[in-house]
T-cell receptor, first 117, second 111 residues
């Protein structure tokens, strides 16, 4: 199993450009999450999904959109990038809370380092 | 408050014990986690504790949970240079799908 993969690993954008980050998981997890990591601020939840076709806002959703058209994929879009969106983005997935499977740990991708100039 | 709190930095000498502390917010959280992040990588689960436990030991790792004070700690015995990383505590808020992470503690192990 590849686990959770993220594409691309690095990207540099100019202010106002758009891009899509792709997250894929092969563990048949119901839940998927997008976080951003900034120095001294830990991980902050951007958006999450509890199943195919469903998405919900997290702690810092402004400036981002997401889609979960297939269970294994969770896309994060930036419509008009701003320097404040310079960050490292992590995708994660986990089993459904009611599945009774294990400790509901989140499995993380390796991250995408985004710089907006 | 709403935040899960951790100190930002910890420095120890190789072979000593490290203790990383965390204060969480939701007394009804069922699982509490410790994740490790090595440089340039994503987070990986290190260990976890279920809320009906006070202590969990796993080789060099000991997790202590004080539910009254909402305090979680991770002790690493015989700390090695390979333990240098950022350590995050996290909780699942009851009634939500969300995991709340602390700010992370950067552990530096001096040879």
């Amino acid at each position: 199993n590849a686990g959770v993969t993220q594409t691309p690993k690095f990207r540099v954008l100019k202010t106002g450009q758009s891009m899509t980050l792709l997250c894929a998981q092969d563990m048949n997890h119901e839940y998927m999450y997008w976080y951003r990591q900034d120095p001294g601020m830990g991980l902050r939840l951007i958006h999450y999904s509890v199943g195919e076709g469903t998405t919900a806002k997290g702690e810092v959703p402004d400036g981002y959109n997401v889609s979960r058209l297939k269970k294994q994929n969770f896309l994060l879009g930036l419509e008009s990038a701003a320097p404040s969106q310079t960050s490292v983005y992590f995708c994660a997935s986990s089993y459904e809370r009611s599945s009774g499977r294990g400790n509901y740990e989140q499995f993380f991708g390796p991250g995408t380092r985004l710089t907006v100039l | 408050g709403e935040d899960v709190e951790q100190s930002l930095f910890l420095s120890v000498r190789e072979g000593d014990s490290s203790v990383i502390n965390c204060t969480y917010t939701d007394s009804s959280s069922t699982y509490l986690y410790w994740y490790k992040q090595e440089p340039g990588a994503g987070l990986q689960l290190l260990t976890y504790i279920f809320s009906n436990m006070d202590m969990k030991q796993d080789q060099r790792l000991t997790v202590l949970l004080n539910k009254k004070d909402k305090h979680l700690s991770l002790r690493i015995a015989d700390t090695q240079t390979g333990d240098s990383a950022i350590y995050f505590c996290a909780e699942i808020r009851s009634g939500t799908y969300k995991y709340i992470f602390g700010t992370g503690t950067r552990l530096k192990v001096l040879a």
